[in-house]
């Protein structure tokens, strides 16, 4: 780590700086400080604290040596033309949500960062080298919670040594923060570990820290005697802490690794980590060559309860050998016991191959290959475990098609998702993120993974090439999705300046040592990732973004959908409608924030059960509840609610009421005639059947749970309430149960389920006079309207528009979508200067493909190469249109328009526009 020059000479701070940092040294309570008395040191310190000796750069044995492979462009002379890179309307998996500048190099005046940063209850504390700083959560605001120097922060135990490597957690077991650091010793050797512990779980001027420390080579047994431990990964569980590193001599030459297991309640009841309660686990390698763990990280482990055993991983030192991870178990005489008891041998994990990692080239480099961005090697950068799962990740060299190799040329992110709870850890799966360029790829390092209590998952990294400067990207997967996949990359940050700084002149020029993404301990659903970016010129900062997990299913249906008033409990079956991922979540007990669910006027919700993702089963009051249908809301821990589009759930009188939960077939010609079956319960023998309001005929109930019916005439393109009244008043209604067809889409049309499908969806209404124009051709303008509410829903509004066409009014019907669609990055206009949408012109089939794939898929996705070998009108020779024909043929959304052909210059029909869309975004 290096430090940039306060306003004062070099000389000056040298001095200053130690007999300040030894003053801090002796106050009364030197392991017990409050927020308020770390400020005022903090204030004294501004202006004083100035360049330290840099960290040392170890000769590591696992980073690549400088040379071959060649990269395109990665040369600083010939640097490309910048490529834009579409920021899209966000991540597939998770949503974009509060997004802040947590630090950069004007406030901490350190080389690298080493980024770090968790969330806790209410703020996010960030920890980065130089600079320890909390924020409110809810806005992304600085709280003023914590403000301080990282040597400032550490100044009653780091011995008057400048400190790095900072590590922050939040514990919810203990509701009190931890952060960890190194210092760096006296002669970079026996340097310290060091720990802070809150009082609390809210930062403030009224926290009390407790601080601690031990020499790594001391606590028991002791060893490792004048090495430097380097790294300080960081794993905790409910009981303890495990710092992990590596070990050098004087000389910068690697001798092994260890990790030190620390009793977790000792931080914060005194914070004395003598008389044993610090525990040494050395020579994990055996020898400075031989199998072991490199980089050994501590396990976090999200369970609440405590543990027998706490994992650590790394990758397996022994070179050239870069193909497995090797595990170690601490075990424990019993959940929560202390010391541990034994630490296991070696267990070695095959993985897909991988490869040391590449140094990243990056837009404007002005040093060459020493001005390149540092991606250090391929150790796991983090690891965290949840439910016996462990989720890891590194950075490794990656050819184009994703797969680790000494002869790649560009860098990717390989995450891991391993089952430790057999005998020996099991591979689940893992995946890649990387760039499939021809050419100038980007590259991603330094990654970090989180897992929700959903199961989905995100990763954070940098991203940057020899066509883009650094930014900070992450990408997520839903815990449904195919193993190995991870949705399209978004970045969140859009840099525009080079990363050149005097300072650090590189060979290559440091990033740091981690980064960090974690799980919001208030609802067990929300990520949030700190990554780094260079955010002004020759400056990094860190940037934390809040990734929101997809909303609620929506509410669609009750069983039974009539319930009687009066009722002190009453179960009801509640069904919801998922798409993109959208479903029931409750968090565990214990946490601060929970599901809800709002029946309104009068209902009380005694509890709710999650069945599944789509299923509640809810626990009503009516007592005193009037009668009527209601709407039902479900509101997810992290604050998200869907409500049903129409009351689902009635209140009726006491005793037996109809339900109506079906009516086959669900849709038929609007001049009635069609015989029609009711199921669902309480049917009474004489009850009368409405559609839209107008009478059945031909009614038979049979039984209480069936009822025949003939329907009757009804408006065209129109869907229609179905309800059953019982001799006695009683009623049920099924809404929006019947769909009475468009004149130009009758039953034995083709495309008459994907018509009532979209319709359903509220994505069209037709053309007016009930018909559906199936046969005419789709604009430009229509698409718009078409593609956005088919990915975002029937009630997404797009933002007002600015008048971005030259040929699109605004403001206009289409305008607003029009330009939507196109800051989504789904399209280009149909002229670049000047800048034109053509709203009339007719979407043809082959154009069709690409706005298809682009909205389904995210704007920077790009199809495989084409064959020529799928359509007979498709030779695949050059047009720009082959490749996403065939990838929508490969997709099974469409078939071609028959006898082998796809034609690509056709208009695409309405009636065409109706498969593909309900085919491209899985429409219900």
Known sequence: MLRRPGLRSLSAVALCLPAFLAAAATVATPFQETGVEIAARQEAAEGIAGPKAPRPRFPSPRRRAPGPPTRTGSSVAAAPTPRTSPRGIGPATQTLGVNFLGASLADSNAYPPDTSGAVGPTQFLVGVNGRLRTFAKATGSSDGGLNADTDVFFASVANGQPTFSPRVRYDRTSDRWYVTA?????????????????????????????????????????????????????????????????????????????????????????????????VAYRNLTGTPGGTGPWAPTGVDNLSDAASAAFWVVGVN?????????????????????WPPSSISANVLLPVPATALPLSVPHLGNTGGADGELDALDDRLFDAKSRGGLVWTAQNIA????????????????????????????????????????????????????????????????????????????????????????????????????????????????????????????????????????????????????????????????????????????????????????????????????????????????????????????????????????????????????????????????GGSSPAVAAITPTSGDAAGGQAATLTGTGFVSGATVTIGGAASTGVAVNGSTSADLTVPALTPGTLNDVTLVNPDTRSGTLYAGWFADFLDVPQADPFHADVETIFRDGITAGCGGGAYCRNDAVSRAQMAVFLLKSKLGAAH??????????????????????????????????????????PDAPV???????????????????????????????????????????????????????????CPAAPNTRGQMAVFLVKAFSLP
């Open 182 to 278: 190194l210092n760096f010793g006296v002669s970079f050797t026996n340097n310290r570990i060091l720990f802070a512990a809150s009082s609390g779980g809210t930062i403030s001027g009224a926290t009390i820290w407790t601080f601690s420390f031990f020499e790594h080579d001391l606590d028991a047994p002791a060893g490792d005697t004048d090495f430097f431990f380097d790294v300080g990964t960081l794993g905790i569980d409910a009981s303890v802490l495990v710092v992990g590193g590596n070990l050098f001599d004087g000389t910068g030459a690697f001798q092994g690794t260890s990790v030190h297991v620390v009793r977790k309640s000792a931080l914060w009841t005194g914070g004395d980590l003598s008389g044993g309660n610090a």
């Open 317 to 337: 030192n022994v070179l050239p050998e870069t193909n497995e991870l090797v595990f170690r178990k601490i075990a424990f005489s019993a959940p929560g016991a």
């Open 398 to 653: 990656v050819d184009a098609t994703g797969a680790g190799s000494d002869a790649g040329d560009r860098d990717g992110v390989r995450w891991y998702e391993i089952d430790v709870t057999g005998a020996s850890p099991a591979l689940v799966q893992s995946g890649t993120l990387f760039d499939a360029a021809a050419s100038n790829p980007r590259f991603y390092w330094m990654p970090s993974i989180m897992v929700t209590g959903q199961g989905h998952a995100a990763v954070g990294a940098s991203a940057a090439g020899a066509a883009e400067h650094a930014n900070a990207v992450t990408a997520g997967r839903l815990a449904t999705d195919p193993a190995g996949f991870l949705a399209a990359p978004s970045l969140f940050t859009a840099s525009a300046t080079a990363y050149n700084p005097a300072a650090d002149p590189g060979g290559p020029r440091r990033w740091g040592d981690f980064s960090f993404t974690s799980l919001d301990p208030a609802d067990d659903m929300t990520l949030w990732t700190i990554q780094e970016y260079c955010n002004l010129t020759d400056s990094w900062g860190v940037r934390v973004v809040q990734l929101l997990a997809p909303p609620p299913a929506t509410p669609a249906s009750a069983v039974p959908a009539t319930i009687a008033s009066g009722q002190s409990s009453v179960l009801v079956t509640l069904t919801g409608v998922s798409t993109a991922g959208a479903a029931f979540f409750d968090a565990p007990p214990g946490y601060a924030k929970r599901l809800a669910v709002d029946v309104p006027d009068g209902v009380t919700v005694n509890g709710t059960t999650v069945v599944d993702a789509t299923t509640l089963t809810l626990d009503l009051n009516t007592v005193g509840a009037p009668l009527g249908p209601r709407t039902v809301t479900v509101t997810n821990p992290d604050g998200q609610s869907r409500t049903s589009a129409a009351p689902i759930l009635t209140l009726g009188l």
């Open 797 to 838: 509004v797009p933002p007002s528009c600015a008048g971005v066409f030259g040929d699109v009014l605004c403001p206009s019907l289409f305008a607003d979508w029009v330009e939507e669609l196109y800051a989504a990055g789904i399209t280009g206009g149909c002229n670049a200067s000047p800048l034109l949408y053509c």
């Open 844 to 902: 043809t089939r082959a154009q069709m493909a690409v706005f298809l794939l682009k909205a389904s898929l995210g704007s920077s996705y790009a199809p495989q190469n084409c064959t020529g070998a799928v359509f007979n009108d498709v030779p695949c020779s050059g047009g720009i249109f082959d490749p996403w024909i065939e990838d929508l043929a490969r997709r099974g959304i469409t078939g071609g328009c028959g006898g082998g052909a796809y």
